[in-house]
Structures are given as structure tokens and as C-alpha cells.
């Protein structure tokens, strides 16, 4: 067939360049990042991460069945139906994340706006493939053409499903990947003016003008992509926005208030620097105090340094090994200085080797010295990538690498607002064969907190904790492992990972404190 292909159509003869076969691939790949992009906000706004991404994959599907049937309906004009609905692609997919984002405070008709945009942009897109397919019916006979297309159509999925977290994410943001494949589908549209000229009947110039404004609104909002986030962000913290980034694994804002500054993660407060040091030294001191002699250390979480802070605060510490996946957050205070002043340097300390891994496959890969104390610290479970560090796979796992008379500290959520969560991490704790303690205190900032003390053996409390500390002496020590009436335990089920009944626990108890669900 050589290097052009000729058809013809209304006594007209076409001329088309191989190239066009390469807007199905554009076409597929710039779906799939919107579906990815849609997917990801709705689990930093809504959590459990596999219920969001299953949903939006569901409605995506479904929507491109409805664009295909609509097809049918396009009688005349293909070449600038085409044309038209890549132009709608560009607008809608590539202002998705800022207008995901601006309904991220309005979380009562978030679901409204995420599943519209979704549907709609799955239904342009069901639309375009069937359209161009028909552009293309004369060039090849039917299984060429179904073969070639559909070649194109699943290279494109593969290549949206590879960039997205390796590359785009990482390097430009949620909201700078929907505009730059917003920018990208109204190229091709400007591109198809010329390529499928012949076809149009009516002079292009309008067409390319509508490609040149779609283009231009694009360009502006991907310079003013921070501000747009910022406003959005600027809605759902009650502080000002002073830092913020988008890992490869999670959105890091910090806000900045009178009395002190606060790390959000995926939009969930982690620690106020007020009040912070009630939450590290509850986590970290029990665990401490109950192991004879604490020399080597692991924290698996807690890439702040706050809680290693605490550890090194032991003269008999001679290492600690801080395992936290994301870069982003080990390498926070060195971007965010205040954080280093709160955390002391800890992670520069000589004694300190961070390690940046899943913690479970590290966890499943180390074969080093035991440890004396493990302090876990990682974020509530409120997806299915969280749950499963809160396993009984998991705690055997750390079993394993706990040293003889050593200790384990753990966080683990409210045990008044959440407490069947609480009880399923203690409960899960036992049966990967720990004795375990349960304990709370009050932060100001997350109301009763809970946390768990286990070891091999049963431990007994210290008498004396050591003097100098903001929260902690004596007698709140005792009074944390005393449990009142509402935090007793209740019948729960073993959070393993073949249920993770942990995350479903903690969605709907969680949902029932939260306005507006």
C-alpha cells in the first residue's frame, strides 16, 4: 500500500497518510490518563482506593458502550463529527483534575461531579473510535481494519497505564497530565482539519479556530496550574496552603496556622506541629521504655522524623532504620525547613539509614540483625494499600525480625470514633502470635488516639519514664493502658489479606463522624 493510501468517496479521491492510524492511540491513551487521573482523586478524597478506582473504571467501560451506540446516530459529517468530539475530549479530559480538585471541599456532590466527568469523557471517547473507523472503512477490508485499530487502541491503554505513575505523576502533577493530554487531544483535532480536509464539505477555518481557543484556554490554565490548585486546596484546609506536592505516591500539603503548621497527606491531617508531640511520644516511649536495652531500632512509617526523634533521645540507641516508601516525605524537611527544626535533624543523625520501600516487601527481603523495638507508624487504613500493613501477614512478618525481650509500638486509630478498627488491629496482632497492650491518650488535633504495645512475652510498664518530656511522665504513662467503658473491646473479625475487613471497618465508622456523608 506504500507510504499513502487513497480511497474514494463521493467521486473525490483521498489522499491519507499512515499517521492517521496513530490518532487511535493518542485517542486511547488520553482515556485511559483521565481515568486514572478521575480514580486517583477520588481516593484522596474518599479513600479506600480500589472501591474508587473499580468504580470508575465500571462507569468509564460502560460510558464507552453508550458513545458507541450514539455513533450510530452521526449520519453525515463524519470527518467533522470526529473533529468536534475531539475538541469536546480536549476541554472536558483536560480540565478534569482542576475541576476534580475545586470539588474537593464539596464532598456531599463530589460524587456527582466525579462520576459526570467521568461518564462524559467515556462517552466522547466511546464515540471517536466508531467515527474513525468509518473514516478509514474504504483504505482496508474489515479484518484489517478491526485489527489495525484495536492494535492501536490497546498500545495506546498500555502506554497511558506505564506513564501515569512512572513519569507524568511524578514529574508534572494530576492537574498538569489532564491539561497536557487536553492540549494533546486538541492537537490532534487542529491536526485532523488538515489531514481530513477533503471529507469536511464546509470550509475548515471555523473548525480551526474552536481547535486554536480549546489550545489556548489549555496553555492558561496549565501556567496557572498551582494557583488553580491552590484555590481548590485554599477550600479545604482551614489554614493557608505554604507547601505542596505531588509524589509518585500521595498529594503532600502543608498549611501554615498561628500557633503552628500541619502535613496533610492525600488530604488527611497527619500531625500538628502544636500538638504533635503527644502523638510521637504516646507512640514511641512505651515501646522504648518496656525493651531491657533498645540499641537497634526500626521505624517502619513515620518519614516526618518525628518519631525517630523520640528514639534517639536513648543514649543506648546505636542505629535506627527508618523504612517510609515515599521520597517525597523522608525528603520533606530538607524542602520544608520547619519540619527539620521540629524533628531536630533526626534524620540526618549519623545513627540514622533511611530506606525508601514498600515496608512488607522489605519486611519479606531482610535478612539483617533483629531489632529491639519496632515503632509502626504508618497512615490510617482507609484503602486496600494501606490495609494490608495492618495484616496478620504483615505482624508475622514483623514478628519475625523482632529481637528476643524485644517491643513493638504501634499506632492504630481512634478507638472511640473508630473502634471496631481498633480492636481489629489488636486482635489481628494476636493472631500472628503477639501479647499485646492496648493504650490511648487525648490529641488535641485527633481527639482520644489509640496505639498498641506488643512483644513476644507480656511486658510490664515501667515505673519511671524519662524526665524532660512534654507529655509523658509517671502517672499519664498508667493512666494510657486504663481503658474506659466506650473503648472496650467488641467482637471483630482478623483483618488478613484476602479480606481485608480492616478498611471496611474503618470506612464506615469513619463516615458516620464526617459532615456532609
Known amino acids: 500500500m506504500g507510504n499513502t493510501e487513497q480511497f474514494e ?31 486517583t482523586l477520588a481516593s484522596y478524597v474518599l479513600g479506600d482506593s480500589v472501591t474508587q478506582f473499580s468504580t470508575c473504571i465500571g462507569v468509564y467501560l460502560s460510558a464507552l458502550g453508550v ?57 466522547l471517547v466511546g464515540l471517536e473510535l466508531p467515527l474513525l473507523m468509518r473514516i478509514l472503512r474504504e483504505q482496508l477490508e474489515f479484518k484489517e481494519l478491526v485489527s489495525r485499530v484495536l492494535t492501536f487502541d490497546y498500545i495506546g491503554a498500555l502506554v497511558g497505564s506505564l506513564l501515569f505513575p512512572i513519569l507524568l505523576v511524578p514529574s508534572l502533577g494530576l492537574v498538569r497530565t489532564s491539561l497536557v493530554f487536553g492540549m494533546l487531544n486538541a492537537a490532534v483535532a487542529l491536526w485532523g482539519t488538515w489531514l481530513l480536509e477533503p471529507l469536511l464539505k464546509k470550509p475548515p477555518g471555523p473548525l480551526r479556530v474552536r481547535a486554536a481557543v480549546v489550545m489556548v484556554v489549555l496553555i492558561v490554565a496549565f501556567i496557572k ?20 506536592r505531588t509524589t509518585r505516591y500521595q498529594r503532600v500539603v502543608v498549611t501554615q496556622g498561628r500557633s503552628g503548621f500541619q502535613l496533610f497527606l492525600n488530604g488527611n491531617l497527619q500531625f500538628n506541629s502544636i500538638d504533635e508531640y503527644r502523638y510521637h511520644e504516646a507512640l514511641a516511649h512505651p515501646a522504648m521504655l518496656c525493651c531491657p536495652v533498645p540499641k537497634r531500632v526500626l521505624v517502619l512509617g513515620g518519614g516526618d522524623g518525628l518519631a525517630v526523634r523520640e528514639v534517639l533521645g536513648y543514649a543506648s540507641v546505636e542505629s535506627v532504620t527508618l523504612v517510609d516508601l515515599d521520597p517525597g516525605m523522608t525528603g520533606l524537611s530538607e524542602e520544608f525547613p520547619p519540619l527539620k527544626t521540629l524533628n531536630a535533624g533526626s534524620l540526618d543523625d549519623d545513627r540514622v539509614q533511611v530506606v525508601n520501600d514498600d515496608a512488607m516487601i522489605w519486611l519479606d527481603r531482610y535478612d539483617g540483625t ?26 508475622r512478618l514483623v514478628k519475625r525480625h523482632l529481637a528476643d525481650g524485644g517491643t513493638i509500638g504501634l499506632q492504630s486509630s481512634s478507638p472511640l470514633v473508630a473502634r471496631g478498627s481498633y480492636w481489629c488491629v489488636a486482635r489481628t496482632m ?59 473491646p467488641v467482637p471483630v473479625d482478623i483483618n488478613r489479606l484476602d479480606n481485608q475487613v480492616l478498611v471496611r471497618y474503618y470506612d464506615d465508622e469513619w463516615k458516620k463522624w464526617q459532615p456532609g456523608l
Open 370 to 395: 533483629s531489632f529491639d523495638v519496632i515503632l509502626i507508624d504508618f497512615p490510617d487504613p482507609n484503602n486496600f494499600s494501606l490495609g494490608k500493613l495492618y495484616t496478620r501477614h504483615f505482624y
Open 225 to 244: 496550574a498551582d494557583r488553580l490548585t491552590a484555590i481548590a486546596e485554599e477550600q479545604l484546609f482551614a489554614n493557608p496552603v505554604v507547601y505542596a
Open 9 to 39: 468517496e463521493g467521486g473525490t479521491v483521498l489522499v491519507r497518510p499512515p499517521l492517521l492510524y496513530l490518532n487511535v492511540l493518542v485517542i486511547a491513551t488520553c482515556g485511559l490518563v483521565y481515568e486514572l487521573i478521575a480514580g
Open 430 to 488: 494476636e493472631a500472628a502470635g503477639l501479647e499485646v497492650r492496648p493504650y490511648h491518650c487525648a490529641v488535641p488535633s485527633f481527639g482520644v488516639w489509640g496505639f498498641v504495645l506488643a512483644s513476644r512475652e507480656p511486658v510490664a510498664l515501667p515505673e519511671e519514664v524519662p524526665v524532660g518530656l512534654d507529655f509523658l511522665n509517671r502517672q499519664s504513662l498508667a493512666a494510657m493502658f486504663q481503658l474506659p467503658v466506650d473503648l472496650q
Open 67 to 123: 458513545g458507541a451506540w450514539l455513533s450510530r446516530f452521526v449520519d453525515k459529517s463524519t470527518a467533522r463529527c470526529f473533529i468536534e468530539v475531539e475538541l469536546g475530549v480536549a476541554l472536558l479530559g483536560g480540565l478534569s483534575a482542576p475541576i476534580l480538585f475545586l470539588a474537593f471541599s464539596h464532598v456531599s456532590w463530589f460524587h456527582a461531579a466525579l462520576y459526570g466527568v467521568v461518564f462524559a469523557i467515556g462517552t
